[in-house]
């Protein structure tokens, strides 16, 4: 979450100083800034997930068809295992090079199998979680 709340002050303050916007409009993104931060933390703590794996739960549960066959109890497991896998196989460069890619996607589409994921819905929900597992790294890089 202190990633993405750096961007987003990062990028409001950068549309003040462009003149994209107002005084009053970056205090009204500040002001929904900090309802999301307070709201991503209760849903953390509710869901018992962290930062990285409600990123990875989010994705998952994007497909509803999911969340109805697996719930929400099975879709924690998933979020939770694919956090770890991803870290621990991270690899330099890995969001440039296609073959520590393919392994990525290949180690996803085994946990998703494993715990019964939709297989109609395995590669959509393949490729967003490598897409929110890339901004994590980054997001990570940054800092």
Not at 20 to 44: F, G, P, Y
Not at 61 to 88: F, P
């Given at each position: 979450?202190?990633?993405?709340?750096?961007?987003?002050?990062?990028?409001?303050?950068?549309?003040?100083?462009?003149?994209?916007?107002?005084?009053?409009?970056?205090?009204?993104?500040?002001i929904?800034?900090a309802?999301?931060?307070?709201?991503?933390?209760?849903?953390?703590?509710?869901l018992?997930?962290?930062?990285?794996?409600?990123?990875?739960?989010?994705?998952?549960?994007?497909?509803?068809?999911?969340?109805?066959?697996?719930?929400?109890?099975?879709?924690?497991?998933?979020?939770?295992?694919?956090?770890?896998?991803?870290?621990?196989?991270?690899?330099i460069?890995?969001?440039?090079?296609?073959?520590?890619?393919a392994?990525m996607?290949?180690i996803?589409?085994?946990?998703?199998?494993?715990?019964?994921?939709?297989p109609?819905?395995?590669?959509q929900a393949?490729?967003?979680?490598?897409?929110?597992a890339?901004?994590?790294?980054?997001?990570?890089?940054?800092?």
């Amino acid at each position: 979450m202190e990633k993405t709340v750096v961007l987003l002050l990062e990028n409001a303050i950068a549309k003040y100083y462009n003149r994209s916007i107002e005084t009053i409009q970056v205090i009204d993104e500040l002001i929904k800034i900090a309802k999301e931060m307070r709201e991503t933390n209760t849903r953390e703590d509710k869901l018992g997930l962290s930062e990285d794996e409600v990123a990875f739960y989010d994705a998952l549960g994007v497909n509803d068809s999911a969340v109805a066959v697996l719930g929400n109890d099975q879709l924690r497991m998933i979020a939770q295992e694919i956090a770890k896998s991803i870290r621990n196989n991270i690899k330099i460069d890995w969001v440039i090079r296609e073959n520590v890619k393919a392994e990525m996607r290949v180690i996803v589409k085994r946990i998703l199998r494993k715990y019964g994921y939709p297989p109609a819905k395995q590669a959509q929900a393949t490729e967003l979680v490598l897409e929110q597992a890339e901004l994590i790294c980054r997001a990570e890089d940054e800092t």
